[in-house]
Structure formats: structure tokens, C-alpha cells
């Protein structure tokens, strides 16, 4: 009776959901290293999923980007949240 | 004109959200880290924030309890959003 593990999406939507705020912001992978105190090797690193960060990279990479970590993990993150962001701040 | 960097709460967020479903569903360490593949003493320093977990790891903890990782990272997440999940299972 032992369910199947669920399958791991977090860190593919973390790195997706990255990278599409990084280019609609018109950010360089660099102008996002630098305010996250991470190289910017990581971030492309980050967005392609050659690595998976830990709570706290992924965090400085979400506030480097003006969001919260849990809100670029949901799967319906879209635009639209960020555009209410903007707005909030 | 640049501004402090924000405070990092994911990890704790999360540390305290696992250790609080996992005494509401009365589960032990243990338990959860068979479900998640982890070693029962990482469960424990996970949730006295002793490590910090990659999302991989951490998604197989929150999964491991029945939620989401975005859920649990949530600053508002409550045992109301909990029973609420339980009830859509």
C-alpha cells in the first residue's frame, strides 16, 4: 500500500521561473549574482539545472529578483504575481 | 542607493512549518525519513535548523508529510491550510 514518491518539481520550477523574471526584468545573470553574493556562473548554473541550491542560494536568488522563494516555487507562478508585486513595492 | 539585502526566512519558515505538521500528524522522525529517502538525524537537524537543506531534499520532506514545498515555506502557513489539504486528499 506504499504510494509511489511524488515527483520532484521544485528546483525545475524554481529554475524556470527564475530565469523568465530575470529576462522579463531585463536583468544579466551577473546584475543577479551580484545582488545575491553568488557568481554568476551559479545563476546560469541555477537556470539550467545544473545545480540545486539550497533554501538559503534559492532565497537570495528569489530577493535578487524582488520575490519570495515560496512564491517562484508555486506552479502557477505567472506574470500577472509579478506584475502585483511591482506594484506592492 | 542600494538596499539591504532582505533577511533570509525560508530556511526557519520551513524548519518550524515540518516540525509542526509533523507533531500534528503525530509522525516521527523516523517515519518521515523513510518516506524521504533521509537519514532520521538529518530530519532532526533540519528542523532545528542545523542544516540547510537543498530543495531537492527539502521537497522530499514536505512531501513526505503530504504538502508542498511552496506550501510550507508560505510565513502564513497554518494547520487551517493543513486540514484543508487533508480534505482534498
Given amino acids: 500500500m506504499k504510494k509511489p514518491p511524488r515527483t520532484l518539481t521544485a ?3 524554481f529554475s524556470q521561473n527564475i530565469g523568465l523574471v ?3 526584468k531585463n536583468l544579466s545573470q551577473e546584475a543577479i549574482g551580484e545582488k545575491a553574493d553568488l557568481h554568476r ?4 548554473q ?5 545545480v540545486t541550491p539550497t533554501l538559503d542560494a534559492a532565497e537570495r536568488v528569489a530577493h535578487a529578483l524582488g ?3 515560496w512564491e517562484v516555487l508555486q506552479p502557477d507562478f505567472s506574470v500577472d504575481a509579478l506584475v ?3 506594484r506592492k513595492q
Avoid at 41 to 44: A, K, P, V
Avoid at 46 to 50: A, D, F, P, S, V
Fill in 11 to 13: 528546483k525545475r520550477t
Fill in 22 to 24: 530575470r529576462r522579463i
Fill in 41 to 44: 556562473t551559479y545563476i546560469g
Fill in 46 to 50: 541555477i537556470e539550467r539545472g545544473e
Fill in 67 to 69: 520575490l519570495e522563494l
Fill in 84 to 86: 502585483g508585486q511591482e
